[in-house]
C-alpha cells in the first residue's frame, strides 16, 4: 500500500512532514522571540507592543499546536528538541531588543521568512492533494499578510 491512512501518497506525506517540521521549529523560535520582546519592551511604546507581543506569541503557540498535530496526522513525529529548532530555524532570534521599532522589525522578519516557508509548503501540500496542510497554510498565509500590513504602516 502506497498510502497513508488518509489516503495520500506515502512518499509525499513524508516529505510534507519534513517540510512542516521546518515551519515548526522556525514558529518555535519565533514564538520564543516574542516572548523575550513581550518581556523586555521599554519606551513609550511599551502598553501597545507589551500586549500585541502577547496576542503574537499566543497566536504562534497555537500555530505550532497544529503544525505538530498536522505532522502527527500525515504520520511523522514533530521535532521537539530546541538543539533541532536551533539547527532548522532561519527566523532571527530576538537578543536584548528593547525598542519598539526594533522589535516590531524583527518580527516583520521574522514573519517574511515564515510566509516563505508556508508558500512552499502550499506548493507541496498541493502537489500531494493534501487539502488539511493546503487549507491550514492559506489561513496561516492570509492572517500573516495582513499582520505584516499593519506592522508595516506602524513602522512608517
Partial sequence: MNTTSIGLDKEKA????ISLNDLLANFQVYYQSLRGLHWNIKGKSFFELHVKYEEFYTDSQIKIDLIAERILTLGGTPLHTFEEYSKLSKVAVAKNITTGADGVQLVVNSLTELLLIERNILNESAEANDEGTNAMMSDFIAEQEKTM????????
Fill in 14 to 17: 513524508k516529505n510534507l512532514t
Fill in 149 to 156: 500590513w499593519m506592522l508595516n504602516a506602524w513602522l512608517n
